[in-house]
């Protein structure tokens, strides 16, 4: 639950983003519970994730290249360890225009 609550997810007609909501992270730092987390992150854990979305249109523009799209534009992937948000949760945001 902390980590789902890190982000806010958008979806719209042409639009998909998930943006860092910098004041829950703040709040999660102060957590006592967070300082566990990272430092089970720092040590070398791996957990898989993993969040296919196929769109009804063609990728337009993506903003993240972790971001990894089909070659028809239409089913992006995007793969990373889950416990790397701890350390740089932003470079975990995209937004991907449709």
């Known amino acids: 639950s902390m980590f789902s609550s890190l982000y806010n997810f958008k979806i719209s007609d042409g639009e998909i983003s998930n943006k860092l909501d910098k ?6 730092q102060k957590n006592p519970q967070f300082s566990q987390i990272k430092e ?14 196929k769109l009804p249109r063609p990728v337009k ?3 993240n290249p972790i971001v990894k799209m089909s070659d028809d534009k ?5 793969k ?12 975990f945001e995209y937004n991907i225009e449709y």
């Open 23 to 28: 004041m829950k992270w703040d709040s999660l």
């Open 40 to 53: 089970a992150a720092n040590t070398g854990i791996d957990v898989p994730y993993s969040l296919t979305i």
């Open 61 to 63: 523009k993506v903003n």
């Open 74 to 78: 239409k089913t992006i992937t995007i």
């Open 80 to 91: 990373y360890n889950l416990m790397d948000t701890y350390n740089d949760p932003a470079r």
